[in-house]
């Protein structure tokens, strides 16, 4: 049976279908296509920086369910994905264009939901979509909020913000501090751990590569374990920032 994800970032089942950016499909499209994940690939998006044209988390936020947020002008490419149906059944909720393609304008759905919590910038993160969310609100100086946050769990969270990670610990959350320039993103010196990882299933996390500095491996697979979490590293590059991947759907029993 197949079931929208009822917590953002959170999938409880093996993911079915997952929205992410097409300038990634080259690379990403039979690795997932492996772990019988479907792709919904979301066209570049001209509203940003072309760096960071295929950056799902600057086109698109989940909400839970079957409630996403798509930024006016993307367009979602699922022509091949089986079971139309439920993904036509997404209700989608419009904003407008940023005001501009320069941070923190970029930015307004760069907003991370770990369990009860929503972690955000209020200056760059759009209100009104905030407003819709029903958390905890824990704010933040990072425009970049879901970038920066691989959320592992309903209380831990792997960054290498150093304010974010003070932030979450305040709020009782664990956190796992990581090296800044531990990911590639062309064009910068460096990305962002949270848009390089996104959860498959419970009990398994998708790095976009391999994490190339040992200790740091180490000490994520570590804290991944503790939390019965396997870590899948989906290709044999260096792990690179993508602007994360939203599961949408999932399989249950």
């Keep these: 049976m197949e079931r929208f994800v009822e917590s953002p970032n959170l999938p409880q089942g093996r993911v079915k279908k997952l ?5 990634y499909k080259n690379v990403l499209n039979m690795p997932l296509i492996a772990q019988n994940i479907e792709p919904i690939w979301l066209k570049c998006n001209e509203n940003v920086d072309k760096r960071l044209s295929g950056h799902c988390d600057l086109m698109a936020m989940h909400l839970g369910n079957s409630i996403l947020v798509v930024q006016d002008g993307v367009e979602i490419n699922c022509e091949l994905i089986n079971n139309v149906e439920l993904i036509n059944n ?3 909720v419009p904003i ?4 501009s393609n320069k941070y923190p304008h970029d ?5 991370c939901i770990v369990g009860d919590y929503l972690i955000y910038n209020p200056k760059s ?3 009104t979509v905030a407003e819709l969310i029903n958390k905890t609100k824990l704010t933040c100086k990072q425009g970049y909020t879901k970038c920066s946050i691989a ?5 831990s969270i792997i960054t290498a913000d150093k304010k974010i990670a003070a932030i979450a610990r305040n709020a009782g959350l664990a956190v796992l501090l990581v ?7 062309d064009g910068f010196e460096h990305g962002f751990i949270g848009g390089a990882s996104f959860k498959v299933n419970r009990n398994e996390m998708a790095f976009t590569g391999i994490i190339e500095d040992e200790a740091e491996r180490r000490s994520i697979e570590r804290f991944l374990n503790e939390r019965g979490i396997a870590a899948l590293y989906l290709t044999e590059y260096r792990i690179f920032d ?12």
């Design 125 to 127: 993160a759009d209100h």
């Design 90 to 92: 997404v209700e989608i």
């Design 242 to 253: 993508i602007g994360s991947a939203i599961p949408i759907t999932e399989e249950i029993s």
């Design 96 to 99: 407008n264009k940023p005001k």
């Design 107 to 111: 930015a307004q759905l760069n907003m």
């Design 151 to 155: 959320v592992v769990d309903e209380r």
């Design 19 to 23: 929205i992410l950016g097409e300038k």
């Design 179 to 185: 090296r800044e320039d531990l990911t590639a993103l």
